[in-house]
């Protein structure tokens, strides 16, 4: 093959090269979804406009799950060099969450983080037959890393305003907080506690990859058939009149 047959491939692929490129810096967010649809795990969109770099979606589902609407923002420097940052914002019918993140490779990091949902959204996690959680959980993190989808560090904590239940028994409860930490093991534990509530609430979780280990104990601070009732359907009963609550699952990755 001649030597001018060599510069006009070299030329040609370089064409390509620039075209392809050139399309990836300015993709269309409904091009770039269908482009990265299998390696977005369980997330679902719907109605997207923008760019891969800044675009919206009207709506988007976790495992099918939906959650509402999704703004986001990415830096192209960023990307180009391996590394997915940017910022997102959801906003649902209940739900809101703002955040900052950056992913490379296995591993994403989230800064600034504000999540606002409702409690009834922890029910196949709570795993109670019979009764809906009730009230608004808000978190507020500074820091959380994931691997493969699944919590490896969290900096920050929540709290659960108006916790209750409604089904098979009524009840309200108060406010409990929770802080995020580590065990010396190296596993992920969010402390639980309550403030004031009517129910004395104690305990932890703790997350390992996927699995997950709730433990926490209620005992009533007041004389109250609803209560009563609440705890008689949860958990096991104790010798001081209250209910250690135990619950072990797998949770679904986050990606």
């Excluded at 096991?236 to 949770?251: A, F, I, K, W």
């Amino acid at each position: 093959m001649t030597r001018k047959f060599w510069i006009a491939a070299l030329v040609a692929l370089l064409a390509v090269a620039f075209v392809l490129l050139a399309l990836l810096w300015t993709a269309p967010a409904d091009v770039a979804y269908r482009a990265l649809r299998s390696r977005l795990g369980g997330w679902q969109a719907q109605g997207l406009s923008g760019s891969l770099w800044q675009g919206r979606a009207e709506q988007v589902a976790l495992h099918g799950m939906p959650l509402g609407t999704l703004e986001w923002e990415v830096s192209r420097p960023a990307f180009f060099a391996g590394t997915t940052r940017g910022k997102a914002s959801l906003r649902g019918a209940q739900a809101a969450l703002d955040l900052h993140f950056e992913r490379t490779g296995r591993t994403a990091h989230l800064r600034d983080v504000a999540l606002r949902i409702p409690a009834q959204s922890l029910a196949p996690a709570i795993a109670v037959p019979g009764l809906t959680p009730l009230g608004d959980v808000r978190a507020t993190l500074s820091e959380v890393a994931l691997t493969d989808g699944y919590i490896t560090h969290a900096v920050g904590g929540l709290e659960w305003l108006g916790v209750g239940v409604s089904g098979a028994a009524e009840g309200s409860i108060g406010d409990i907080e929770a802080e995020f930490g580590k065990t010396p093991e190296g596993a992920v534990v969010l402390s639980v506690r309550d403030r004031n509530a009517r129910l004395a609430v104690v305990g932890q979780v703790l997350f390992k990859g996927p699995e997950f280990d709730l433990q926490v104990k209620l005992v009533p601070r007041e004389s109250s058939l609803q209560l009563f009732t609440v705890l008689r359907l949860i958990g096991q009963r104790t010798e001081d009149g209250g209910t250690l609550l135990r619950v072990r699952g797998r949770m679904q990755p986050l990606y």
